[in-house]
DNA sequence: ATAGTAGTTGACTAATCGGTCAAGTGCAAG
DNA sequence: CTTGCACTTGACCGATTAGTCAACTACTAT
């Protein structure tokens, strides 16, 4: 085991941190140098490119997302209410972004992978496979759903795809409206395009 | 009268056109000169930068979709098969792109909005503002279909965003994927978000 | 004819870009 | 002590960046 190295770690964190608030393009590398307190030098010795230290970045910004995503999702809670506390959770991960760095940043993954995908297939690959990670997470909440009798049979697989594409509009929103509060009713249009009544859901666990 | 001068719209389409394919950040000014067959200084003598160029470039852009949504949303239409013809004319228009350019490339308005949003604030505000223009047509035929007592009465406001946010998905979606395919149901989870089903309105106008 | 205006041109700048490299440092095993 | 490895450093490179400018052309109104 490597005790990975923490040049390295401070560099990955670091380039996201400033690609979530800036952007790829504006971004350089002296600047991920500077905030993370390292020479350009000891950035080319771990990384052969930027493109290749933003595609470590994500995925190791993932990993983290997924120990968040396991909690909303978890099988301890109903199937329907996993969409509540994520639609809670992503309002919270806004507003406190909005708060440390005094501007809605959106999704880092939309907004760099949207700015390179026609140019960098590395990142481009990497933005799609995390996407299709949320929406493992959809789907399968929306099996168990199907399976506990709470909606009825159906492409999953569809629906699944189709919150994703609501999720990141409404996180593009964000961005753009410069306010977390775009994600005000994410829950209840989550559950419009599920089918069911939100207030099934709220009234159950309220 | 101004008979508009042919260099200034050349220089406009030629920018919407590489941002459109690329990103913001990699394309340079003399990427666009070199396009639109027009020296640099005479970029100058039109706009005063770059970022000028570009709201400029999608206002001018913005009123040509609009031309094309005042045909989807033209109220010879019944209000609600509107979004069908809506939907069919974005999926039309992503695969042409990719026919013509060979990369499925989403909509500028969001890349590049996103790209900049929290660096440049006139460019934030003009893509607000035509995301604020799409919401407008959604909701006006929300509200003849409930005058029409096709839907009950609700927030159309939100159900109007919600369908903004739910496209504006779909479309990251598209250039992240490769894929116009991505658009395919764009249709039925629009008609989900209003709540009504979507055989009702593909019976009525097959 | 002349003067003014609208548009065009290409050479120029200063700064910044991503990336390279040879020379180092400090530490751990032999 | 010595070798070798993992990592660090700062000077350096050529290319590219957005933006400037004085000189120029062509047309138009008087």
Request: glycine letters at 6%.
């Amino acid at each position: 085991m490597k005790p990975e190295c923490e040049t390295r770690t401070k560099l990955l964190t670091t380039a996201l941190e400033l690609m979530w608030e800036r952007s790829y393009g504006s971004v350089s590398v002296d600047d991920i140098c500077a905030r993370a307190d390292v020479r350009k030098g000891s950035f080319y010795y771990f990384f052969p490119s930027k493109s290749d230290l933003t595609v470590a970045a994500f995925e190791k910004n993932w990993e983290q997302i997924c120990a968040k995503l396991d909690q909303a999702f978890s099988p301890q809670h109903p199937p329907l209410e996993r969409f509540s506390r994520f639609a809670k959770a992503l309002y919270q991960s806004q507003t406190e972004k909005k708060g440390s760095c005094g501007k809605a940043c959106g999704c880092p993954y939309i907004s760099v992978g949207l700015e390179l995908s026609t140019e960098d297939e590395n990142i481009r690959k990497k933005v799609q496979s995390i996407f299709s990670g949320y929406c493992r997470y959809f789907e399968s909440a929306l099996n168990e759903a199907e399976r506990e009798g709470l909606i009825p049979p159906g492409n999953h697989t569809e629906t699944a795809r189709a919150i994703d594409a609501l999720v990141m509009g409404l996180l593009v929103q964000t961005k753009i409206f410069n306010d977390p509060e775009a994600l005000k009713n994410t829950e209840q249009s989550i559950f419009r395009l599920i089918g069911v009544d939100v207030a099934q859901s709220v009234a159950a666990h309220p």
